[in-house]
T-cell receptor, first 114, second 111 residues
Framework: DAGVIQSPRHEVTEMGQEVTLRCKPISGHNSLFWYRQTMMRGLELLIY????????DSGMPEDRFSAKMPNASFSTLKIQPSEPRDSAVYFCASSFLGINQPQHFGDGTRLSIL | DQQVKQNSPSLSVQEGRISILNCDYT??????FLWYKKYPAEGPTFLIS?????DKNEDGRFTVFLNKSAKHLSLHIVPSQPGDSAVYFC??????????FGKGTKLSVKP
């Protein structure tokens, strides 16, 4: 079974550029989560969707960050314009919506903004 | 303010002995807790979970204990193996299904 698939695995770009991170959740899962991991703050939730609808985006750090889930099998996290402090590992996770269902993570996108 | 705390950033254990990883939380409304294991350059992998209606859950070498009155949970690995060397994250489920993670404990199991 394919797990959560994220692309790209690594992204290096210059500040000011637009960055788009992609996620394909596990087939059948109906909740999707975007996390960011940094040394200072650990793993923090940015936004999550239930049945393709954004439920809570309070973790999105600034208006430069946006996320979409146009269908059940695809989501994007976009940063525009990017800044060096956005450098981190970004994880996508998915789960079944329901009680006591663990989230399953992708392998992350390591983002470096120069 | 951290709602889920892992106060030990690292732990070193000899192969074959028990590893005990600890986690404290502040919100008594949390009702579901999980442990994840993470290797470098990979995403966190779900390991074991426990509902607040239980005080123990066991899966092979891994056992999670929950002490609700102390707002404390622990993960026991016995016997520890070198392949268990990884970062372990404790997480609690928030009111809307989101997970709140601790900052992790790096476990090193020495042969």
């Amino acid at each position: 079974d394919a797990g959560v698939i994220q692309s790209p695995r690594h992204e290096v770009t210059e500040m000011g550029q637009e960055v788009t991170l992609r996620c394909k959740p596990i087939s059948g899962h109906n909740s999707l989560f975007w996390y960011r991991q940094t040394m200072m703050r650990g793993l923090e939730l940015l936004i999550y969707f239930n049945n393709n609808v954004p439920i809570d985006d309070s973790g999105m750090p600034e208006d430069r960050f946006s996320a979409k889930m146009p269908n059940a099998s695809f989501s994007t996290l976009k940063i525009q314009p990017s800044e060096p402090r956005d450098s981190a590992v970004y994880f996508c996770a998915s789960s079944f919506l329901g009680i006591n269902q663990p989230q399953h993570f992708g392998d992350g996108t390591r983002l470096s903004i120069l | 303010d951290q709602q889920v705390k892992q106060n030990s950033p690292s732990l070193s254990v000899q192969e074959g002995r028990i590893s005990i990883l600890n986690c404290d939380y502040t919100n008594s409304m949390f009702d579901y807790f999980l442990w994840y294991k993470k290797y470098p350059a990979e995403g966190p992998t779900f390991l074991i979970s426990i509902s607040s209606i239980k005080d123990k859950n066991e899966d092979g070498r891994f056992t999670v204990f929950l002490n609700k009155s102390a707002k404390h949970l622990s993960l026991h690995i016995v016997p520890s193996q070198p392949g268990d060397s990884a970062v372990y994250f404790c997480a609690a489920r928030g009111s809307q299904g989101n997970l709140i993670f601790g900052k992790g404990t790096k476990l090193s199991v020495k042969p």
